[in-house]
């Protein structure tokens, strides 16, 4: 079983999480980076203008993503990791989503966030996703250890 931890960070929380994580169950890494990288005003989630909330407040955007993962197709499940934005993943993720087939394969969420949970995520990305399982996935505090996020991962490989 070949395993993938793809992920989107923006202030380093997931990064952080996704390094233990492919650590921990020796995956392959894949980081998602925008064509255009977020600067601190872009983030600004109590801006309605901030790049950021206008990307969230519109369900069609496509943030471009600077490249893609070459050979996605050899991999049986994608661990997919991302901040929780507006209750749920950054519009990036679709972005990334829509960007490869995932029949057959299992895209399993895990997420950094303050205090939210995934909410609607793992329905939005199953709707994106054809021919997938997504599963409900979880949200971590950035000091998640490898041991906890091991254990976790165990039960998808």
Not at 45 to 50: D, G, M, R
Not at 98 to 103: A, G, K, L, Q, V
Not at 120 to 141: E, H, P, Y
Request: negative net charge.
């Amino acid at each position: 079983m070949k395993v993938l931890v793809a992920y989107f960070s923006a202030g380093g929380a997931t990064a952080q999480i996704a390094a233990r994580l492919t650590k921990s169950i020796g995956a392959d890494v894949f980081e998602i980076k925008p064509a255009q990288r977020y600067s601190k005003d872009d983030l600004d989630w109590q801006n309605p203008k901030s790049r950021s909330s206008m990307e969230m407040n519109d369900k069609t955007s496509r943030p471009a993503i600077a490249e893609k993962k070459e050979d996605m197709s050899e991999y049986d499940v994608i661990f997919l990791g991302f901040p929780i934005w507006w209750y749920r993943e950054p519009s990036i993720i679709d972005t990334f989503i829509e960007s490869y087939d995932f029949s057959g394969k299992i895209i399993v969420p895990f997420a950094t966030s303050g205090g939210s949970e995934l909410n609607d995520t793992s329905r939005n990305l199953q709707a994106l996703a054809k021919g997938a399982v997504v599963t409900t996935g979880k949200r971590f505090d950035s000091s998640a250890g490898e041991d906890e996020l091991a254990d976790w991962a165990k039960e998808w490989i």
